[in-house]
């Protein structure tokens, strides 16, 4: 059985970072595309970055590029998202997915919220 299990959300204020860890377990990691998707309150959920086993990375949504930071630990079935400079608009529930060959697999969540 696949889990994704997200921690390290949290509340922070405007301007503060936060890093976020998915650990895989139930399943080969490596070959996978790993992804963070997150959910503001009230709309939908969005892709914000993916990684490849090969640890290319995109950056799907513009508004965290050069301040989001997604990498990959493939020996511990585990991947990161290092959040800087964090904006209110950054308040989100964001989800970890594990995919591959048309096979998808997600976290609970974990909740981030940027306020003063």
């Known amino acids: 059985q696949v889990q994704l299990v997200e921690s390290g959300g949290g509340l922070v204020q405007p301007g503060g970072s936060l890093s976020l860890s998915c650990q895989a377990s139930?399943?080969?990691?490596?070959?996978?595309?790993m992804g963070w998707y997150r959910q503001a309150p009230g709309k939908e959920r969005e892709l914000v970055a993916t990684?490849?086993?090969?640890?290319?990375?995109?950056y799907a949504d513009s508004s965290v590029k050069g301040r989001f930071t997604m990498s990959r630990d493939n020996a511990k079935n585990t991947v990161y998202m290092q959040m800087n400079s964090l904006k209110p608009e950054d308040t989100a529930v964001y989800y970890c997915?594990?995919?591959?060959?048309?096979?998808?697999?997600w976290g609970k969540g974990t909740l981030v919220t940027v306020s003063s």
């Open positions: 997915w594990m995919g591959r060959y048309g096979m998808d697999f």
């Open positions: 139930g399943t080969a990691f490596s070959p996978y595309t």
């Open positions: 990684i490849t086993g090969g640890y290319s990375t995109n």
